[in-house]
């Protein structure tokens, strides 16, 4: 499985991203799919995650405030993230699950938020 991930940036505090990840290869067998992120000194944190069955959980930090949907058609996962804040800072990794429990991460994605 192959994770390529899309949308970081820069914004303004109050502002809003959408961060898209497209799974290749075995995209049938995931399971979860989800994103974390990583700030500088910080170690690597769950963002969001989604099951294939649409459960969702969410950091306490971004409740409220972020959104994570997926496409299986396009086995893609996506990330909303609305009133940003500086805090938020950091880069954003997505992840997959195989459902034989094998962990997939892509390429990070720097969001800033200016403050």
């Known amino acids: 499985v192959q994770l390529q991930a899309s949308g970081g940036g820069l914004v303004q505090a109050g502002g809003s991203l959408r961060l898209s990840c497209a799974a290749s290869?075995?995209?049938?067998?995931?399971?979860?799919m989800g994103w974390y992120r990583q700030a500088p000194g910080n170690q690597r944190e769950l963002v969001a995650t989604?099951?294939?069955?649409?459960?969702?959980i969410y950091a306490s930090s971004v409740k409220g405030r972020v959104t994570i949907s997926r496409d299986d058609a396009k086995n893609t996962v996506y990330l909303q993230m609305n009133s940003l804040k500086p805090e938020d800072t950091a880069v954003y990794y997505c992840n997959a699950v195989h459902i034989g429990g094998i962990n997939y991460w892509g390429k990070g994605t720097l969001v800033t938020v200016s403050s």
């Open positions: 989604v099951t294939r069955g649409g459960s969702t």
């Open positions: 290869g075995s995209g049938f067998s995931i399971n979860a």
